[in-house]
């Protein structure tokens, strides 16, 4: 035996789904939210409205602002201050440092801030200028500065 759905049903879930977005950001549940929440003013307003009916408008609402959302973004990308903030090693390309220790047979590794990395380039002897002027993976890929 099935309960009468009423419109205050659909504004209940439409506040858990928007409590559910603060909790998992990712403007997914947003939408479904705000597809819940048309949903129950339409059942508000046509009340003789059955239960096929309204989850078909609370899928489709559902869908179409999700596709909507995700086609938006991937069109209008949010720019960033930071653009190299969780991408470490290229924020170190452009720059010059000196060895502490020889590069040898091509590697070596070089006291960069707080951390140490490992370089690749020419064998160059300690006190030598290097820049580095790429990465592979985990490892900055430097030349000789003269």
């Known amino acids: 035996m099935l309960i009468q759905i009423v419109y205050w049903h659909w504004l ?19 939408w479904m939210a705000q597809a819940s929440l048309i949903t129950g003013i339409a059942l508000y307003l046509f009340s003789n409205m059955g239960w096929q009916a309204q989850v078909l408008i609370f899928s489709i609402i559902s869908v179409v602002g999700i596709v909507a959302a995700k086609r938006y973004v991937r069109h209008h990308p949010t720019e960033s201050d930071q653009p190299l903030l969780n991408r470490r090693t290229a924020q170190y390309v452009g720059r010059i440092f000196t060895l502490e220790q020889p590069i040898i047979n091509g590697q070596g590794k070089i006291k ?30 430097i030349e000789k500065v003269d």
């Open 112 to 141: 960069v801030d707080d951390s140490t990395w490992k370089i690749q380039g020419d064998d160059c002897p300690s006190g030598s200028k290097v820049k580095v002027v790429g990465a592979d993976s985990v490892v900055l890929l």
């Open 12 to 30: 209940a879930l439409a506040v858990f789904l928007l409590i559910v977005e603060i909790l998992a950001p990712g403007m997914f549940f947003l």
